[in-house]
């Protein structure tokens, strides 16, 4: 198999979208695809490694894992041992027995498999796992055991039929995953099915599927098309895209077009891609890849917030460093083994195999370690985590969806009444995500004494704004669209509006034309309304696990006062109320408040931004006058 420069290139501009997109650089809102556009570049690879070894007549099973261990597990296998360690040192009894599953499933590729069953709203928050990336080299490895089966089976056959069969195959995980996307997106997103067509259309180049193009012209705007494809996908797409899905097609098309371009010949772009600083970057992307993340999470994790623009460019550099260092003193050398002087080396594909098993067991065995001893906690004295109660208040399943659950799962307005029923009183309705339903247990507390009931309408990830499609809430746009049928069957009166305002301002999925319509919708039939605004939300995981290790019982909120503006805005005519304000003193020397995050009579929040019982209670009794008063706008 001939080099291409070009290829390493292309990796370069795959890392460097994703190492941006993890930076939290805002231009590179779709630095994601840049996994994507490894997966076609993977499956280029692989299939030109086979369709070469077949040629020869000298396919063999055995020797392909093994380049593959060689290519793939020591520099995993060296990140996951340093990272190991580090949180051995860095993370508190409960986030080491979530990271001790995550290497065993690591270590065994299935993390892909794991994330995927363990992904939920209320799952601790994923960019703080040090081993997420690794959800890709799942996808990868289950590929890499799957297709040279494949080919196995299709060695009596002839090169047209390997074809057919995989764009069968490609055809088939393309549908699943576009159909996978609306309903179940986190299947679409983690498992191999249906990203497999995103590693086979690489293979399908290499097959010669596409044949090749002798025309200068041709190759040139191909490539230049290619390249257009992937930028876009990477400045113009969000995490509010529904991805991979029909999205999917622009970085991988693009990819699959550089890769086919420059197999007959020089581009401009392909020059450009084989300019030495693109090159190297490419000959250590791998590396790269596997120890970017971990070190952006630990460094996350020592400071207790984002990082300043100072200090990210500081952790950039030191990943290209210690990505460096790994390319050259671990992939290199066991990609290319030499014996010691007068040392015979043995590369027999059982002696591969053992100590790969003998390492994988090891690793697998401390992920086993730290999830049957709950995380070590006796690593630290007095270490006594608390029960903060707060969510099972919440009604979850019933009041408070799911993701998976059709809005026909909502079970009435009697079996989500918020206190006692008072008769003649009017109706008020909490509308939101899971960051209007932590009001319930503090509404509970002063619902007698409101002079309205109370109903509670939420559902996991979904802002009250109708007709606004959120990404992996594929039952969110007909459960808001209940809202109107439920406020005419029940003389509704109020509307109480309140989510997690600046994640869907994150992820470029809150329309604020949609909220304002939503609210004027409301008030040109005479309805009240009060916006809750954005509450505070944390790096940490827990609350406790802060206090205990920076011995702080303040912390800064990651959303700051900015959050709260275009909601504002796009709610005028509403009664907007800051509730950040009761727990969080604006910090004039940094650009995110500092928040009290627990007093003498327990926590404020029971997760990173969630209200416990007892914060939930304390902000409701401090706004109940609001929430009392009459509003002069409706001439009450």
């Known amino acids: 198999m001939t080099y291409r420069p070009d290829i390493d290139g292309l990796r370069a501009v795959s890392i460097l979208s994703v190492l941006l997109f993890h930076a939290k650089f805002s231009l590179f809102s779709g630095g994601y695809v840049g996994v994507d556009v490894f997966f076609v570049i993977s499956g280029y690879l692989i299939g030109s490694i086979v369709l070469n070894d077949t040629q020869r007549g000298r396919f063999s099973l055995a020797d392909f894992y093994v380049r593959r261990i060689r290519r793939i597990l020591p520099a995993l296998f060296a990140a996951l041992a340093v990272t190991a360690v580090l949180a051995l040192f860095l993370l508190s009894p409960q986030e080491l027995k979530s990271f001790s599953q995550n290497l065993a499933a690591t270590t065994l590729f299935s993390s892909n498999i794991v994330y995927y069953l363990k992904s939920g709203y209320f799952e601790n928050a994923a960019e703080m796992n040090p081993l997420l990336h690794t959800w890709s080299l799942g996808v990868e490895q289950q590929f890499y055991i799957v297709f040279p089966l494949a080919v196995l089976a299709l060695l009596p056959y002839r090169r047209s039929v390997w074809g057919a069969v995989l764009l069968a195959a490609a055809t088939a995980s393309f549908a699943l995953g576009v159909s996978l996307v609306r309903d179940h997106p986190v299947a679409a997103f983690y498992l191999l099915p249906p990203r497999l067509w995103e590693l086979v259309l690489g293979a399908l180049l290499a097959f010669g599927a596409v044949p090749d193009s002798r025309s200068r012209a041709v190759r040139e705007l191909a490539c230049a098309v290619g390249a257009a494809l992937i930028l876009v996908s990477v400045f113009a797409l969000s995490e509010a895209t529904a991805f991979p899905g029909y999205a999917a097609l622009l970085p991988c098309l693009g990819a699959a077009l550089v890769i086919h371009a420059g197999r007959s010949g020089p581009t401009a772009v392909g020059r450009m891609l084989t300019l030495r600083p693109m090159v190297f970057i490419g000959l250590i992307s791998y590396s790269m890849y596997i120890w970017h993340w971990p070190l952006m999470v630990f460094a996350r994790f020592y400071k207790g917030r984002d990082l300043t623009t100072k200090e990210t460019l500081i952790l950039l550099a030191a990943i290209a460093a210690v990505s460096l260092l790994s390319w050259r003193l671990i992939e290199v050398p066991f990609r290319k083994p030499r ?243 009761y727990f969080c003193d604006p910090d004039p020397c940094k650009a995110l408040p500092l928040c009290r995050i627990r007093d003498k009579e327990g926590f404020y929040f029971l997760d990173q931004g969630h209200f416990s019982a007892h914060g939930s209670t304390l902000i409701v009794q401090s706004i109940q006058e609001i929430l009392r008063a009459p509003d002069p706008a409706y001439g009450e």
């Open 339 to 581: 014996a010691a002087p007068g040392v015979q080396s043995d590369r027999r594909p059982s002696k591969v195999f053992a100590r790969t098993g003998w390492v994988m067991a090891g690793l697998a065995g401390v992920g086993l370690l730290g999830h049957l001893s709950d995380g070590l906690p006796q690593r630290f004295t007095d270490y006594a985590p608390q029960d903060i109660s707060g969510r099972e208040l919440y009604k979850e399943h019933t009041c408070f969806l799911e993701t998976d659950q059709p809005p026909e799962a909502w079970p009435g307005l009697e079996n989500c009444r918020i206190g006692s029923p008072k008769a003649e009183a009017p109706t008020a309705l909490l509308w939101g995500d899971s960051f209007a339903a932590h009001y319930v247990p503090g509404l509970q507390t002063v619902a007698d004494t409101l002079p309205f009931n109370i109903v509670q309408y939420t559902a996991s990830g979904c802002p009250p704004i109708k007709d606004l499609p959120v990404n992996a809430r594929p039952n969110c746009q007909e459960f808001n669209r209940r809202v109107d049928e439920l406020i005419d069957r029940n003389g509704i009166r109020i509307v109480i509006m309140a989510a997690r305002w600046e994640w869907y301002m994150d992820t470029n999925a809150l329309d604020l034309r949609r909220l304002h319509e939503t609210v004027e919708a409301l008030r040109n039939r005479g309805i009240r309304i009060v916006v809750l605004g954005q509450s505070p939300v944390f790096r940490f995981r827990n609350p406790y696990d802060h206090t205990y290790f920076m011995k702080s019982e303040r912390a800064y909120s990651i959303t700051g006062q900015a959050a709260d503006q275009p909601v504002i805005a796009a709610t005028r005519g509403a009664r907007f109320v800051d509730t950040s304000d």
